[in-house]
């Protein structure tokens, strides 16, 4: 485990057991202007590379350089476009040329300050670049703090999909300040909320309600409400990826409401029409609405996660949304490319009720076709 000189009352730290992949996962507030401390145990020489965006860097890159810098390190700085454009090859490419550039080695560690476009693509970066570097995430979404820089997953879009091309490469720390939450635009944080719904609703029915008493607070900017929400959803995704780290299995839970989520976010073009979170939240509704449709779920239990993505101002209709064209043949064609396909046949996360998430191979397509003309029509 890290050390901890700098812990503070209200600090959360999970660890990742991966055996030599290890890592910790600090959560707390105003723990970036006490990052020279937390990170450098995870440097193997005084020297860093930040990676960042045009959104980010003004506002946080100023702190983190000079908290490196207090504590000995040697800061090189990358600034990347914003947007999830940037998630592509080209950027790929831009970035591994820069990091050669300001002269990473083997057996250096670069650090991804963003949200999840950034944590994603330097990740990938990390993975490849002379073979595999270290990394470290400091996320500054809530999507990025409860999801994707926990677990290693990787990646960039094609034009065929959402996160075709990847790898599993795990951060060796990640540090989750809830304080910078605080700049994110409304719309932010609820498309961040989305991923945290997602985690009460695969396995964890007394988190929902929870969620339901305290998500107004946490939205509204409640620091001990984030903290707490921060900390239970990870907990949620580190147990499975520890279950299940390159998603043989049980990980693909973690993928509730994500397949008709990345198939709506293909259909929008990745554009700012869209959040992911925002898709996830219409997936969730959608995986409910389908398992209601099929038998397996409690139509009450469908009905209160609407109710609670309406409470909070998420989609949670697919009239929500600003896709006039979409059309069931669409949804199923775009669902095919999903990464969870399997032999052809996509792989569905289903529930029997909220905290009662699994997966199912075994959705028949006249089925899906008629679910999803009936959720257009709606």
């Not at 990358?78 to 947007?83: S, T």
Request: proline letters at 4%.
């Amino acid at each position: 485990m890290s050390a901890e000189p700098d812990r503070k009352a209200g600090d959360e730290i999970l660890h990742v057991a991966l055996k030599e992949r290890g890592y910790d996962i600090h959560i707390g507030a105003d723990l970036l202007v006490r990052a020279g401390p937390i990170l450098a145990p995870s440097l193997n020489r005084p020297f860093m590379v930040i990676v960042t965006d045009t959104h980010v860097a003004p506002l946080y890159l100023p702190a983190l350089s000079t908290a490196l810098k207090a504590d000995g390190i040697t800061v090189g700085e990358v600034i990347l476009p914003a947007g999830e454009a940037t998630k592509s090859f080209h950027h790929l490419q831009s970035l591994v040329g820069d990091l050669l550039d300001l002269g990473v080695e083997r057996n250096d560690t670069i650090c991804a300050l963003g949200g999840g476009v950034i944590g994603d693509l330097t990740g990938f970066a990390a993975a490849i670049l002379r073979r595999g570097v270290n990394f470290v995430q400091i996320p500054t979404t809530l999507l990025a703090q409860v999801d994707s820089s926990i677990g290693g997953k990787t990646g960039i879009n094609t034009a065929q999909g959402k996160n075709l091309a990847g790898a599993f490469h795990q951060p060796r720390l990640v540090l989750s300040d809830v304080s910078l939450l605080d700049t994110l635009p409304p719309r932010e944080i609820r498309a961040g909320y989305g991923e945290v719904v997602k985690a009460a609703l695969i396995v964890d029915a007394c988190f929902f309600d929870w969620l339901e008493d305290q998500g107004p607070a946490l939205i509204a900017g409640e620091s001990t409400a984030r903290v707490e929400a921060v900390t239970r959803a990870a907990r949620i995704k580190t147990a499975v990826v520890m279950q299940d780290e390159r998603e043989q299995g049980a990980r693909a839970l973690l993928n509730l409401g994500h397949t008709f989520g990345h198939a709506l976010e293909t259909a929008t073009h990745f554009g700012d029409a869209l959040r992911h979170g925002e898709a996830v939240a219409v997936g969730l509704a959608l995986a409910f609405g389908l398992s209601v449709k099929m038998g397996l779920c409690p139509k009450a239990d469908a009905t209160r996660v609407i109710a609670h993505l309406d409470q909070t101002g998420l989609p949670s209709n697919l009239r929500d949304l600003a896709c006039r064209d979409l059309t069931a043949e669409r949804m199923i064609a775009l669902m095919a490319q999903d990464k969870k396909v399997l032999n052809g046949q996509a792989t569905f996360i289903l529930a029997r009720g909220i905290g009662q998430a699994f997966i199912s191979r075994a959705v028949p397509e006249e089925v899906l076709h008629d679910f999803l003309n009936e959720a257009l029509a709606a």
